[in-house]
């Protein structure tokens, strides 16, 4: 088996259906095999009902619970039998050559772990996909300010300007709604830290293949078509408070042995208040819409 695509589906049987009648036809090119994984966690919906009666070549994982997004990647990675996995939010249309493309990548690149490709709004627009990772100096900057003010400098390599568009680069942590993985690189660094249910768990498996010596890339030659947050959409205060959690928890676990004590208090409450802050802001703005 060739490739494993896997998708973790909550509430967006639609999304859901063009995805799987997109990939039908992506991955007529892939040659050595494929397999497609849908884990759904507990839609309330029909999509695993959906799933079952009209795509009955993909393997269905049910859940019976919420189990998020960390827990339900890893069902999927354990259930997957290629040696490269491409990882998809259901809200992705995928054209044709495009997997098959994205593996030429790696194999182009002995050295890297992961190739995502550009991200388009369905009118062709690009979406920033990629970040950098949230040091105390780039974090401070975005919860600041300053990153807005001096975007071309350290403060603001968190949001940093988009790869060039013409040719393969690497990247710190690009966005796992479309993203190829080599298999034996997660199999060594291990796989979602569960830890992190539903945000940074991406972000902290991107920190841990670079700390292993891997490298991530990323191909504007290859183009997927994401519709964007659907599922995190329906509950977004929560998906606010959770983010913000995940984003302290990635610091307790890659800075806190890095920074003196005090800056690490800061960082730390400085998330904390700006979490707050937007839910505060999110709640108020769904009770007046």
Same mark, same amino acid.
């Given at each position: 088996?060739?490739?494993?695509?896997?998708l973790?589906?909550?509430?967006?049987?639609?999304?859901?259906?063009?995805?799987?009648?997109?990939?039908?036809?992506?991955?007529?090119?892939?040659?050595?095999? $494929?397999?497609?994984?849908?884990?759904?966690?507990?839609?309330?919906?029909? $999509?695993a009902?959906?799933?079952?009666? *009209?795509?009955? *070549?993909?393997?269905?994982?049910?859940?019976? *619970?919420?189990?998020?997004?960390?827990?339900?990647?890893?069902?999927?990675?354990?259930?997957?039998? =290629?040696?490269?996995?491409?990882?998809?939010?259901?809200?992705?249309?995928?054209?044709?050559?495009?997997?098959?493309?994205?593996?030429?990548?790696l194999?182009?690149?002995?050295?890297?772990a992961?190739?995502?490709?550009?991200?388009?709004?369905?009118?062709?627009?690009?979406? *920033?996909?990629?970040?950098?990772?949230?040091?105390?100096?780039?974090?401070?900057g975005?919860?600041?300010?300053?990153? #807005?003010?001096?975007?071309?400098?350290?403060?603001?390599?968190?949001?940093?300007?988009?790869?060039?568009?013409?040719?393969?680069?690497?990247?710190?942590?690009?966005?796992? $709604?479309?993203?190829?993985?080599?298999?034996?690189?997660?199999?060594?660094?291990g796989?979602?830290?569960?830890?992190?249910?539903?945000?940074?768990?991406?972000?902290?498996?991107?920190?841990?293949?670079?700390?292993?010596?891997?490298?991530?890339?990323?191909?504007?030659?290859?183009?997927?078509?994401?519709? =964007?947050g659907?599922s995190?959409?329906q509950?977004?205060?929560e998906?606010?408070?959770?983010?913000?959690?995940?984003?302290?928890?990635?610091?307790?676990?890659?800075?806190?042995?890095?920074?003196?004590?005090?800056?690490?208090?800061?960082?730390?409450?400085?998330?904390?208040?700006? =979490?707050?802050?937007?839910?505060?802001?999110?709640?108020?703005?769904? #009770?007046?819409?």
């Open positions: 088996m060739d490739l494993s695509v896997v973790v589906n909550w509430n967006t049987r639609d999304l859901l259906r063009a995805c799987l009648a997109s990939l039908r036809t992506a991955l007529a090119d892939v040659t050595g095999g $494929s397999e497609v994984i849908v884990v759904d966690n507990a839609s309330t919906d029909g $999509s009902a959906m799933v079952a009666a *009209e795509f009955p *070549e993909v393997r269905l994982v049910a859940n019976q *619970e919420n189990r998020n997004y960390a827990a339900g990647n890893n069902q999927g990675l354990a259930a997957a039998r =290629g040696r490269w996995v491409l990882l998809l939010n259901p809200d992705t249309e995928v054209p044709r050559g495009a997997p098959g493309a994205l593996i030429q990548c194999e182009e690149h002995s050295q890297a992961a190739v995502a490709p550009a991200l388009t709004y369905p009118d062709g627009r690009l979406q *920033e996909s990629v970040r950098g990772f949230p040091g105390p100096q780039a974090l401070l975005e919860l600041t300010g300053l990153a #807005r003010c001096v975007p071309h400098s350290p403060w603001g390599t968190y949001r940093a300007a988009q790869p060039p568009q013409d040719r393969v680069s690497e990247v710190d942590q690009p966005m796992t $709604s479309a993203l190829l993985f080599r298999r034996s690189a997660l199999d060594q660094v796989h979602f830290d569960e830890d992190f249910p539903l945000f940074f768990n991406d972000v902290d498996l991107c920190f841990r293949l670079q700390l292993a010596g891997w490298r991530i890339l990323y191909d504007p030659r290859i183009r997927v078509v994401h519709h =964007g659907a995190t959409r509950v977004r205060p998906a606010i408070r959770l983010s913000h959690l995940g984003l302290q928890r990635f610091y307790a676990r890659h800075y806190r042995s890095r920074l003196a004590a005090p800056a690490y208090r800061l960082i730390q409450a400085a998330i904390a208040l700006s =979490g707050w802050l937007r839910v505060l802001h999110a709640t108020l703005r769904n #009770r007046t819409h």
